[in-house]
């Protein structure tokens, strides 16, 4: 059936219904197809950009790249005029608007742009939408977005993998990424969804695609598999028709409009501006627009790490059960935005991960019975205005049409909030949100959330876990929490210290690396990228307790860091051991390189060599007092032989809880200090049983303020034999 042939079969239409499907085919085309005048840059660093990232300075031929104006009419709730500004880092995210076939995208005070139409529709029939601003607007309005536009009118005819459209999309894209040092954000409306497709796609600076580059793309009614318009043609719409109820319905609104293949025909209508569907849907787009296309087959989906937020009009309109074209369809039929079906606009093959999705719904009558019904039954108080469906005529001026989706609160909101969550998760994470951190299951707890910077809702005593900067003195909160960039991506991150307490003692404490990133929702979370306790960072010494003394900046986005743990023997309150390390983040590990342990060997060592060289110790590692003994005994002891034979040897050191330690604490007195740890030399000859072997013991102690260093403050020689020291494992505590 031709158009002219459809048009005879509605003469006997109610008006209402012949001027709107009069209007169907108007407002597609009229709203595509109104022209636009150029736009100033604005002023501040995105401006730079615009200039840098022009069509003229990549060669983009007539294409139109420009900074977004800010109109003086794009009013705040306060009634301000909406200004761009900076986000919290003092920077500006590119966000890249692109409209659909046949349109344009620029924005100027004309409002004649496909993003710059107010926001003046909402497919709540109770409510209404004030229109204070348009999409670009509300965008500029996000601290951070700046909104740029990419016009292609000039070539809309042709397919997304022409040189001025796709290609040329991700010249701009590359140049304001690296303009700006930030990924960049693209909405795009209808086919501008499938050329930013293309774009992201494509392989830039010997990547496979532009992943890296972008981080959200936006669609408002995106054929991702093909449009209901792409059939109107004159010898295809007849054809689709016969199809599915969709097509049906839009064919029989359209027919409304006459034989818009005819030039003479004059309605009087707006359909006569229309030009001829075939000659805008037989273009190469056009064709490459019907479903099943091999060019729409030949387009890849999104790339992963891409966020993809889909949004889709959805008119139901309600026919008689009579069907139409020798065909018989359900009561309720869904027709998308009557362009593009609501399938193909949220087609999930279009992406590789799970992603967003909206839609409007907006219902219509064309049920002439009951939408008469519907009205007397409104009219006396009956039903709400909620519940009867609208008038078709509206299905052409609504928020769910195809051209009015950037006008839809409804799907300008999500838009809005998917951007503006975007930036939000680029922001450095801060103390103030570890309050409200995600803790792991760890030291007997349960994984769960910090509140106000605890773990709540434990069972009775059985413990507790928090922040540990959170009730530190200020002096000592910047060892327990450092902020920064960590993992490298440019964003601030925060390397925080938990301090955990379970079955009556304390756990070594937890170090837990925190990233912001957008959680399954598209809202920023803040995200446990890597976690470990203190104990596990090193094999050796690996305590019960590991204490964070310090944290300070390393080289790249390390971070040193010194704790101490406990050596073999010490006791659970009294670690010894210093631990330095640089931590960093790899994804979700924790690496771990330029160890270094400060213990008392190294002085103990230094001791008995000078005593078994003859020379006096060091004066910087034992007092005066010490040494004059220990050097006496070298030339009194009875055993001299093997005294100096003991002090050749590689001295083994102990807690002051080891067993030998615990039933001869007469070896470990302090002559001169304290003592935290015992370290002994033995000699190597052996006597017969019961006669002992010579043994030296020096006690040591750290000297204050330098857990780094060791003064001798004990020594002790004599005959010790563990053969006669009850419960006393001689081979697991000397060695042979």
Known sequence: MSAGSA????????????????????????????????????????????ATCSSKALGLGEVDVRLADELDDDRNPDGSPVRVRPDGRGR?????MVHGWVSRSTHDAGRTGTFSSRIDLTANRLGTASGDRSLIGQLQRIP??????????????????????????????????????EEVVVVGHSMGGLIAR????????????????VSTVVTFGTPNTGSLAALLSDAAADAAATTGPALAVVRLLLAGCGRLASDEVETGTLCDKI?????????????ALRAG????????????????????????FTVPRLGWFGTSYETEVGTGDLIVGRGSALDPTATRDTDLTRTVSCAYQLDAARGLRDDILLKVGLISKADVAASPLGAFSGPCFHTSLMRSVELTNEATGAISDDIAA??????????????????????????????????????????????????????????????????GDALAVLDCYAGGVDWPQILAYYTRARGADGAPALRLSAWNYTTDLVKDPSGERGDVLSMSPAAGSGTTISYVTQQDGDAGCCPTALVTATLGLAGKKITVTDVSVATEQPAATRFLADLAGGRAPDPR????????????????????????????????????????????????????????????????????????????????????????????????????????EPGFDRDADLGD
């Open 144 to 181: 951070g977005a700046a909104v740029f536009t990419f016009d292609y009118r000039d070539y809309a005819a042709r397919w997304v993998d022409d040189e001025h459209l796709g290609p040329a999309l991700g010249k701009v894209i590359d140049c304001l990424y690296a303009r700006s040092g």
């Open 621 to 724: 590692l034992v007092s005066s007092s010490v040494s004059s003994r220990a050097q006496r005994d070298l030339t009194t002891f009875d055993d001299r032989e093997g005294l100096r034979a003991a002090l050749g040897q590689a001295p083994t050191c102990l807690g002051l809880v080891s067993p030998v330690m615990a039933f001869n604490d007469n070896l470990y007195t302090p002559n001169d200090g304290g003592v935290e740890r015992v370290c002994y030399v033995r000699s190597p000859s052996r006597a017969s049983p019961g006669a002992g072997n010579v043994y030296a013991f020096i006690g040591l102690s750290r000297v204050e303020g330098d857990l780094t260093a060791w003064r001798v403050t004990s020594w002790a020689v004599g005959y010790f034999d563990p053969y006669f």
């Open 426 to 491: 680029r922001q450095p994470v801060t103390g103030r949100d570890l309050l409200a951190a995600p803790v792991p299951a760890s030291c007997q707890h349960e994984a769960g959330r910090l509140t106000d910077g605890a773990l709540r809702g434990l069972p009775p005593n059985t413990g507790d876990m928090k922040l540990a900067w959170k009730d530190a003195a200020a002096a000592e909160k910047a060892k327990y929490l450092r902020l920064g960039d960590f993992d490298g991506d440019g964003r």
């Open 275 to 287: 030009p001829p569907p075939a000659r805008t849907f037989d273009s190469q787009a056009g064709v």
């Open 92 to 96: 500006h995210v590119p966000v890249i």
């Open 7 to 50: 048009l005879s079969g509605a003469a006997s239409w109610p008006t209402g219904l012949r001027r709107a499907a009069a209007l169907v085919v108007v407002a597609v085309a009229a709203a595509l197809l109104a022209p636009a005048p150029p736009v100033q840059a604005a002023a501040g660093a995105p401006s730079d950009w615009a």
């Open 293 to 316: 296309s091999p060019e729409l087959a030949a387009l890849e989906p999104f790339p992963r790490g891409v966020t993809v937020d889909a949004l889709a009009g959805d008119a139901t």
């Open 198 to 213: 293309h774009a992201v796609n494509s392989s830039s600076d010997g990547e496979p695609d532009r992943a890296g580059k």
